[in-house]
Each structure stands twice: as structure tokens, then as C-alpha cells.
T-cell receptor, first 112, second 115 residues
Framework: QQQVKQSPQSLIVQKGGISIINCAYENTAFDYFPWYQQFPGKGPALLIAIRPDVSEKKEGRFTISFNKSAKQFSLHIMDSQPGDSATYFCAASKQAGTALIFGKGTTLSVSS | GAGVSQSPSNKVTEKGKDVELRCDPISGHTALYWYRQSLGQGLEFLIYFQGNSAPDKSGLPSDRFSAERTGGSVSTLTIQRTQQEDSAVYLC?????????????FGPGTRLTVT
């Protein structure tokens, strides 16, 4: 059973556009939701994270939107740049500091 | 400051051999995690340490896999009698204590190839 479902699998966006990646979860015990960015040959890097007591969190061009009732959360990348081309993973854990359950990843390509 | 480091960066081994993978967490980070990344299975949790004890080993795929952490710092993941399905990138992460404890910082990984 896949506990965190991520879509789309791949995404192509024009430079300056908005990239949107969605995740859905089943386990209502999850209460920490980070997003990671991974470049080829590198480990995942933490981008931004949210807890379910807020519906949105913004850091620079990156925004997480969180819908607790729908058990969904999404990453929005504003003004997408070619340097944003990478694989993005959503994740969830029952408690911050415990095991992360990852989505399958989204490969983003930003065309110039 | 220095990030999480892992060694070796690449390891090629023959089926049936044992391998040891090393992780040096960020200084001062109390929690340490091992994950495995493969094309078919994505990123999978293996085990996590709080200090030197492992409260969650639920992700270890078989008894051929074991891990230890000493001095609240360096950790070693050992795979005995390696199989071809063990081929993957093994990632280590660490996180600080306190309110920031949810933030896991990953190392570059060890790419293991079993021939």
C-alpha cells in the first residue's frame, strides 16, 4: 500500500511559469510534511516543510498548500527557472524526527 | 559547516560478499537515518537512531541488514551475503535535537552495485 501518492510523474514547464506537484496521503496520523529537491548524483535537499495546523507556507518562490480534510498537499514553484529542473519528492511522517515516507517523485524540466 | 558525509561513494561487490557503508552525521545532530533509493522502489526508510539506540528498525528488509551507531556520531550499515536486489543508493540523513528535529539533512549517498 502506497501511503503517499505523488503526481505527476513528470512535468515540463516553461521558464517563468508555475510548477505544481501534488501529493495525497492516507494515514491521518501523519503530522509533518516536507518537500525535497534532488539533483542527479546528489542526496535529497530539504526545500520546505509544513505541519497540519497551517494551510499554507511560503519560502521565496516555493509554497506548500495543505488541505487537511482532503488529505492532500501540494508544492507550487513560482517563476520557474531552468535551475529548478530536478526531481521533487513529497514526504510525510507521524512525528517530526521519525521515519519519512516518500512519494515516488516528480521529474521537473523547466525549458528556457 | 560540513554536511553529512558518506563513504565510500561507490561500491561494487560480488554476490555473497559482506559490505559496510559509513555515515558521518552533521556535528551535534542527535538523530540519524538510513534510507535506500532504487529505481523500482523509490526512497525507502531502513532504520533510525536517536543517540546510539534504534527505536525504529522497521524498514530493514531482512536479517542480512544491520546497523550500529557509536558515540552518538558515526553509523555503519552492514549488509551480509549481498544479493543483486541489494543494488541501490544508500542514503544517510541526520537531524538536530529540539524543535528543528523534523528537518532531515541527507548525505550524497553510497551507490552499491552487486554483481
Amino acid at each position: 500500500q502506497q501511503q503517499v501518492k505523488q503526481s505527476p510523474q513528470s512535468l515540463i514547464v516553461q521558464k517563468g511559469g508555475i510548477s505544481i506537484i501534488n501529493c495525497a496521503y492516507e494515514n491521518t496520523a501523519f503530522d509533518y510534511f516536507p518537500w525535497y529537491q534532488q539533483f542527479p548524483g546528489k542526496g535529497p535537499a530539504l526545500l520546505i516543510a509544513i505541519r497540519p495546523d497551517v494551510s499554507e507556507k511560503k519560502e521565496g518562490r516555493f509554497t506548500i498548500s495543505f488541505n487537511k480534510s482532503a488529505k492532500q498537499f501540494s508544492l507550487h514553484i513560482m517563476d520557474s527557472q531552468p535551475g529548478d529542473s530536478a526531481t521533487y519528492f513529497c514526504a510525510a511522517s507521524k512525528q517530526a524526527g521519525t521515519a519519512l515516507i516518500f512519494g515516488k517523485g516528480t521529474t521537473l524540466s523547466v525549458s528556457s | 559547516g560540513a554536511g553529512v558525509s558518506q563513504s565510500p561513494s561507490n561500491k561494487v561487490t560480488e554476490k555473497g560478499k559482506d559490505v559496510e557503508l559509513r555515515c558521518d552525521p552533521i556535528s551535534g545532530h542527535t538523530a540519524l537515518y538510513w534510507y535506500r533509493q532504487s529505481l523500482g522502489q523509490g526512497l525507502e526508510f531502513l532504520i533510525y537512531f536517536q543517540g546510539n539506540s534504534a527505536p525504529d528498525k522497521s524498514g530493514l528488509p531482512s536479517d542480512r541488514f544491520s546497523a550500529e551507531r557509536t558515540g552518538g556520531s558515526v553509523s555503519t550499515l552492514t549488509i551480509q551475503r549481498t544479493q543483486q536486489e541489494d543494488s541501490a543508493v544508500y542514503l544517510c540523513a541526520s537531524s538536530p535535537p529540539g524543535l528543528a528535529g523534523g528537518s532531515q539533512y541527507f548525505g550524497p549517498g553510497t551507490r552499491l552495485t552487486v554483481t
